[in-house]
């Protein structure tokens, strides 16, 4: 079977071009991939992941919407909500990006993460209705990264939200979409960052005072 990535290879460095593509398609106005790559390596080593298990997660983090590329549908740029034929078409895309994996002969662990990334919590995700600790921890935590990354980035069909809002919706929607434990770590990293860039600010701001000083 041949595949319109296959000349891409699997390298770290052809995977991310190709989620730049991606992401060109899907609209993003920013590197949405790279961005769900990063937090979710960030979730995998606070669960200290294998780090194989991190290594696969990382590839499927920059891939998980492969499938959408491939089908390369028009209806991925509209600004409207979808239809309900449009939305049943589009929950086809993790099954197709487990297939496009396969043909870059990306490990079957990448593989299915990528099947699995929007299954949820309670069951009621696709492809395969799988619930709780039924889906892999490593397809858990890229539900929640991608989640947090897609709720920050402008849409076709939405403004981004705030990062309080995004924050406030993963904690809503913890125990039925999300992994509870994992929006919790999610939520902690994201804590910290801000702490670490407040800080950072404070000292920046006291040093230009002192600096004016002298």
């Given at each position: 079977m041949s595949s319109i990535f296959r000349d891409s290879g699997n390298s770290d460095e052809k995977l991310r071009r190709i989620a730049d593509?991606?992401?060109?398609?899907?609209?993003?106005?920013?590197?949405?991939s790279t961005q769900v790559a990063d937090l979710a390596d960030r979730l995998g080593e606070a669960f200290n992941l294998a780090?194989?298990?991190?290594?696969?997660?990382?590839?499927?983090?920059?891939?998980?919407?492969?499938?959408?590329?491939?089908?390369?549908?028009?209806?991925?740029?509209?600004?409207?909500?979808?239809?309900?034929?449009?939305?049943?078409?589009?929950?086809?895309?993790?099954?197709?990006g487990e297939q496009e994996a396969a043909k870059l002969d990306l490990p079957r662990g990448v593989q299915l993460i990528i099947r699995w990334h929007h299954e949820w919590w309670n069951g009621w995700g696709y492809p395969d209705g799988l619930s709780g600790q039924e889906i892999p921890l490593t397809?858990?935590?890229?539900?929640?990264?991608?989640?947090?990354?897609?709720?920050?980035?402008?849409r076709p069909y939405r403004d981004a939200f705030s990062i309080a809002d995004a924050q406030k919706h993963l904690a809503e929607m913890a125990g039925i979409e999300?992994?509870?434990?994992?929006?919790?770590?999610?939520?902690?990293?994201?804590?910290?960052?801000?702490?670490?860039?407040?800080?950072?600010s404070e000292r920046l701001s006291f040093e230009q005072q002192n600096a004016g000083l002298q």
């Amino acid at each position: 079977m041949s595949s319109i990535f296959r000349d891409s290879g699997n390298s770290d460095e052809k995977l991310r071009r190709i989620a730049d593509r991606i992401d060109v398609f899907e609209l993003y106005s920013g590197p949405h991939s790279t961005q769900v790559a990063d937090l979710a390596d960030r979730l995998g080593e606070a669960f200290n992941l294998a780090s194989r298990d991190r290594n696969y997660l990382h590839k499927a983090a920059l891939l998980h919407d492969i499938g959408e590329l491939a089908m390369n549908r028009d209806y991925i740029a509209a600004a409207r909500p979808l239809s309900d034929t449009e939305l049943i078409d589009l929950r086809r895309h993790p099954v197709i990006g487990e297939q496009e994996a396969a043909k870059l002969d990306l490990p079957r662990g990448v593989q299915l993460i990528i099947r699995w990334h929007h299954e949820w919590w309670n069951g009621w995700g696709y492809p395969d209705g799988l619930s709780g600790q039924e889906i892999p921890l490593t397809a858990r935590l890229l539900r929640v990264a991608d989640g947090f990354a897609s709720l920050t980035a402008k849409r076709p069909y939405r403004d981004a939200f705030s990062i309080a809002d995004a924050q406030k919706h993963l904690a809503e929607m913890a125990g039925i979409e999300y992994d509870p434990e994992a929006v919790f770590t999610l939520l902690n990293i994201l804590s910290n960052d801000a702490r670490m860039a407040a800080e950072a600010s404070e000292r920046l701001s006291f040093e230009q005072q002192n600096a004016g000083l002298q």
